[in-house]
DNA sequence: ATGACAAAGTCGTCCTACGAATTGGAACGG
DNA sequence: CCGTTCCAATTCGTAGGACGACTTTGTCAT
C-alpha cells in the first residue's frame, strides 16, 4: 500500500473508530507523521483529500479538526466540482431534480407558514416586475431554496442547492425564447405557490413536476452556456 | 491568495475554460508549478482535491489526467465519505431515497425488459430462501441497484448506490425483529417486482416508496450498527 | 481585572534529493 | 523489414529539512 493509501485508511480509520469524533482536533502534522509512518508531505495530501471531501477542517497556525459530519456538508462538497459538468451531465442532474424538487415541495406543503409564503409572493411580484436577468436569477434561485428549507431536511436542501446552482448559470441564446421562457416560468411559480397556500402536497408536487420538466426542455433544446 | 487556492484555482480554470478536456494529459508537475507559480508540493495537494473529487486521476509514472467528468462518478466521489457519518446522518440519507428510489422504479417499470423481470425474480426466490445475512444483504443490494440501473439514469443509479451503501450496513440486533422485518422486506420486494412486471409506473413507485419508509422506520427504531 | 506582549506550537510553503513506475526509442536478432 | 529486448528519459511518489505565517497561551506590567 502507498503512503498517502495509508495516511488515508489511517486517518479514515480514526474517525470511523470514533477515535476521532466530530468537533475533535486532530494531533499534530508530526505526530500523525509518527503514528502512521508517513512523510508530512504524504500526511498533508491525505488531509486535504479528506478536507475537499468534507471531513476535516484545517486551521493555519491551530491544527486540523474533524467537521460536524452533517450530510448536508458532505453534498455540499459536490459543488466544486459540478461546475465543470459538460452539458450532457448538466441534463443528467436535472434529471435527479424531477425526483428531489417535487418531494421537497410536497414536504413544504404540510409544513409552510403564513410568513413564508407571503415571503414567497412577494419574490414573485419581484420576479415578474424585473427586467434585470441576473435579478430573475437570483430571486429564482431563492424562491426554490427557500422552498426546500421549508421542507426540513437538509440533506435534501443541500443536494437540491448542489443541482440548481448548475443549471443556474444557463442563460437563453434567443431573446424571444428567454421571453417565451419566463412567460412559463412566472406561471409555473405561481401553480407551486397555489399549491404551497393551500396545503396541498400533491398539486404542489406535480406543479414542481412540472416546472423542472418544463426547465429540462428548454435547457436541452438551448445548449447555450454561461 | 494562498498557494494552495492558486494551485487549485488555477487547475480548475483550465478545466473549465476546455483548455484542459475530459481524458487529457495535464502538463508534469514541474511545468504546472511554473505556470501557477506555487511550489510541487502545493501543487500536489490541489491535484489531489480534485483527485479526491473525482475530477483528475493520478497515473503513477505516466502523468495526470482529466476524469470523463461523468456526473456518475462526481457523486460517487461521496462513497468514501457517507461510510463515517453518524446515525442521524443515515436517517437524512434515507430521507432522500425516498424520493429518489420510487422515481427510478418507475422509470423502470416503462423500461425493464421480460429477462431482467425474470432475473430479479430469480433473486427473490433466493433471498426467501436463505438465512445467510450476509447472502440476504448481497441479494437485497443487487435487486435494487438493478432496478436503478434499469431506470438508465446513470447519476440516478450512482446516488442511489451511494445512499444505500451506508444503510446496507446496518443489522438488528433483536432476532424476532430481524425475522419480523424479513418478512415485511420480502413482500415489499414483491410488491415492487409485481409493478414493474406490469409495467405500472405508479404501483411499482408506490410500493418502493413503501418499502424505504419500512426500512427507514426499523433504522430508526433500532440503531444498532456495523 | 485588563491589556499588551512574548514565546511556543502548528500549519503553509518552498527546496532538494532520490526511489518507483511508465514510456518511447534505440539496438539487436530474426 | 519486422518484432523483441533493453535502456534511458520522463514523470510521479516519498522523504526530510528549513523557514515564514498564524494562532494560542501564558506572562507581565498597568
Redesign the pocket.
Known amino acids: 500500500m502507498?503512503?498517502?493509501d495509508t495516511a488515508l485508511h489511517g486517518l479514515r480509520s480514526l474517525i470511523a473508530d470514533s477515535a476521532l469524533r466530530p468537533g475533535d482536533r486532530?494531533p499534530?502534522?508530526?505526530e500523525l507523521c509518527e503514528q502512521l509512518?508517513?512523510?508530512?508531505?504524504?500526511l498533508?495530501e491525505a488531509i486535504r483529500m479528506l478536507a475537499a471531501l468534507g471531513v476535516l477542517e484545517?486551521?493555519?497556525?491551530?491544527?486540523?479538526y474533524v467537521s460536524e459530519l452533517r450530510a448536508a456538508d458532505l453534498i455540499g462538497s459536490l459543488s466544486l466540482t459540478v461546475g465543470l459538468l459538460p452539458m450532457e451531465g448538466v441534463l443528467e442532474l436535472t434529471e435527479l431534480r424531477r425526483a428531489l424538487e417535487p418531494h421537497a415541495t410536497a414536504l413544504a406543503a404540510s409544513r409552510i407558514d403564513e410568513q413564508t409564503l407571503d415571503h414567497l409572493d412577494g419574490l414573485l411580484d419581484a420576479n415578474e416586475a424585473t427586467a434585470d436577468l441576473d435579478e430573475q436569477s437570483r430571486i429564482d434561485h431563492e424562491f426554490h431554496m427557500t422552498i426546500a428549507e421549508v421542507a426540513g431536511q437538509d440533506a435534501l436542501t443541500s443536494l437540491i442547492g448542489v443541482l440548481r446552482s448548475r443549471s443556474r448559470s444557463y442563460r437563453m441564446s434567443d431573446p424571444g425564447d428567454a421571453a417565451e421562457l419566463k412567460l412559463h416560468s412566472d406561471a409555473g411559480h405561481r401553480a407551486i405557490l397555489r399549491g404551497l397556500r393551500e396545503g396541498d402536497p400533491v398539486a404542489a408536487a406535480a406543479a414542481a413536476s412540472a416546472h423542472v420538466a418544463y426547465t429540462e426542455y428548454w435547457v436541452k433544446k438551448n445548449s447555450g452556456s454561461v
Open positions: 502507498s503512503a498517502l486532530l499534530s502534522e508530526g509512518g508517513v512523510s508530512r508531505g504524504s498533508r484545517t486551521r493555519h497556525g491551530s491544527g486540523s
